[in-house]
């Protein structure tokens, strides 16, 4: 189990000290700017003013003293192209913070009146708002573009019209201009859970996005499907247990409650059409998720396949430096994306959308993959899948990826490793030509294991290999100007997957 009680922490202080550390230093480990990142992530979700402004305002500092410094060549454009980069995050951070949102948008504009409207009736469609506000839909569709780069509304589908909502962000901006009062009901807390087939992970969130609390339980879900259902159940109380407020909340149905699992899930229904992953036999596939854990639990309950979880996570909190015509690659056992369309996270007809693992990059003599065909990606470029590569190779019992990355150290195995991440890396690198090609996203954010996804080669060797493979043959593969995507990568875990559990239920659950 692990625990990390946390509401309302003086991040700014926490910002400074980061700064002060890295201003120590001669030359600035990417775990330091790591650590950063992750702070000014942070303060984005709460619109934490200060602590983003002492960040950018830090960061400007050390870019001078650094770049100036006295070094190699090398070891100066290594640290230049990390201060820039952090710079542009706190740069884009401060864009999308109420006051300086403030300073584009005139109290009587269009912006603030399609924010309002949405704000009084959640769910709108683009003909009903140009209604409202006496303009074409062409018009509506701009300007919710525009708010929906700025974190301010999401969009769904509705039959064949857009649905409008506002985001918690959105909320906090007419709230800080004083055009709406808080309001006395609707949805206070929010719980995420991350759902592995071995584990469960949960947070509970407040509206500005602040985690409470995190737990991490293992669990082993075999048997029936009543039996998973008050598993799940037992894990939800007990993150309730640890939030009394979220649990007396609850009690007048403020609380709301979202999950995510790796599989197919059809978003309306919140039912587990199929999870290959998960078990064979076991009671997942078929399973209405949604509606029993609502039953269960009695919190209003919405149920996310992980990518498209963690697209619209990518949205709300800049991963996607403001696009919003992105994909979210989730790299783990399995692969899934999340297209996000003109900032609309794109399901399908049936939910199934993005589901690139099961794209074949090999030929039907490939491996075996959960689902029952052969050469499937994640077949070949999943975590296990590059775990049992490894031990095909070496003859060496490898359990799962971290094995096989110990290997990597081997004098008489790193090549066989090299090779084996070489090979997953460029089936990734075809996956995603095909993603490009067919979606044409204006870039990708793939989220995997540290020690495949990570910026910093020199702590995670296996990352420059990996990822190396993965751009190069992106770009072999991609048709036309989907050569120049951006692949930007992050680092992934159950914390976030659970975070990101959270933020669909704030987007689709009613809060007013």
């Given at each position: 189990m692990s625990e990390s009680p946390g509401p309302k922490r003086d991040r700014l202080s926490e910002v400074q000290a980061a700064l002060e550390e890295m201003e120590a230093e001669r030359a600035i480990p990417p775990?330091?700017?790591?650590?950063?990142?992750?702070?000014?992530?942070?303060?984005?979700?709460?619109?934490?003013?200060?602590?983003?402004?002492?960040?950018?305002?830090?960061?400007?500092r050390l870019y001078g003293h650094h770049v100036r410094a006295d070094r190699d060549q090398a070891e100066r454009a290594e640290q230049r192209g990390h201060l820039l980069g952090m710079l542009d995050m706190t740069t884009w951070a401060l864009r999308r913070l109420p006051s300086a949102l403030q300073l584009n948008f005139t109290p009587h504009g269009h912006p603030v009146s399609f924010l309002l409207e949405v704000a009084k009736e959640p769910g709108l469609s683009n003909e009903q708002l140009a209604g409202r506000l006496k303009v074409d839909a062409t018009e509506i569709s701009r300007i919710g573009r525009r708010l929906t780069a700025a974190g301010l509304v999401w969009k769904s589908r509705q039959w064949r019209h857009n649905a409008w909502s506002l985001t918690p962000r959105g909320?906090?901006?007419?709230?800080?201009?004083?055009?709406?009062?808080?309001?006395?009901?609707?949805?206070?807390y929010c719980l995420g859970?991350?759902?592995?087939?071995?584990?469960?992970?949960?947070?509970?969130?407040?509206?500005?996005?602040?985690?409470?609390?995190?737990?991490?339980?293992?669990?082993?879900?075999?048997?029936?499907?009543?039996?998973?259902?008050?598993g799940l159940a037992r894990f939800v109380h007990e993150l309730l247990d640890k939030v009394p407020a979220a649990a007396e909340a609850a009690k007048s149905g403020r609380t709301g409650l979202g999950?995510?699992?790796?599989?197919?899930?059809?978003?309306?229904?919140?039912?587990?059409?199929?999870?290959?992953?998960?078990?064979?036999?076991?009671?997942?596939?078929?399973?209405?998720?949604?509606?029993?854990?609502?039953?269960a639990t009695a919190l209003p309950t919405v149920v996310e396949n992980d990518?498209?979880?963690?697209a619209q996570l990518a949205l709300a909190v800049g991963d996607a430096d403001g696009s919003?015509?992105?994909?979210?690659?989730?790299?783990?056992?399995?692969?899934?994306?999340?297209?996000?369309?003109?900032?609309?996270?794109?399901?399908?007809?049936?939910?199934?959308?993005?589901?690139?693992?099961?794209v074949v990059v090999e030929n039907y003599q490939g491996h075996e993959c959960s689902c029952g065909n052969k050469g499937c990606l994640e077949s070949v470029a999943g975590s296990d899948a590059i775990a049992r590569r490894v031990q095909e190779m070496s003859g060496d019992p490898v359990p799962d990826l971290a094995r096989a990355l110990v290997l990597l150290k081997s004098d008489d195995r790193g090549k066989l490793v090299e090779e084996a991440l070489t090979e997953a890396g460029?089936?990734?690198?075809?996956?995603?030509?095909?993603?490009?090609?067919?979606?044409?996203?204006?870039?990708?954010?793939l989220y995997g294991p540290e020690p495949l996804v990570s910026e910093d080669h020199e702590r995670f060797p296996a990352a420059k290999v990996f990822m190396t493979?993965?751009?190069?043959?992106?770009?072999?593969?991609a048709f036309s100007t989907a050569r120049d995507v951006v692949i930007v990568t992050r680092p992934y875990d159950d914390e976030l997957g659970a975070r990101a559990a959270a933020a669909v239920a704030w987007n689709r659950l009613d809060q007013d």
């Open positions: 775990q330091q700017f790591s650590s950063l990142a992750m702070l000014v992530t942070d303060a984005s979700l709460t619109a934490d003013e200060p602590a983003i402004q002492a960040a950018h305002d830090g960061l400007r909320t906090q901006y007419l709230e800080s201009v004083g055009l709406i009062a808080p309001p006395p009901g609707g949805i206070d859970v991350k759902v592995r087939p071995e584990s469960l992970t949960g947070v509970v969130t407040d509206a500005s996005a602040e985690v409470y609390i995190s737990l991490h339980r293992q669990a082993r879900f075999d048997g029936s499907q009543e039996k998973l259902i008050q999950v995510e699992i790796g599989g197919h899930v059809a978003t309306d229904s919140g039912d587990v059409v199929k999870a290959p992953n998960y078990a064979d036999d076991g009671p997942w596939s078929g399973l209405s998720l949604g509606e029993l854990l609502r039953k990518a498209n979880a963690m919003s015509d992105f994909a979210a690659v989730v790299l783990d056992k399995g692969i899934g994306a999340g297209l996000m369309v003109d900032g609309e996270i794109l399901h399908g007809a049936s939910g199934a959308a993005g589901e690139i693992g099961h460029r089936a990734l690198g075809r996956g995603l030509a095909d993603l490009l090609n067919l979606a044409n996203p204006d870039r990708v954010v493979a993965v751009r190069r043959t992106s770009i072999e593969h």
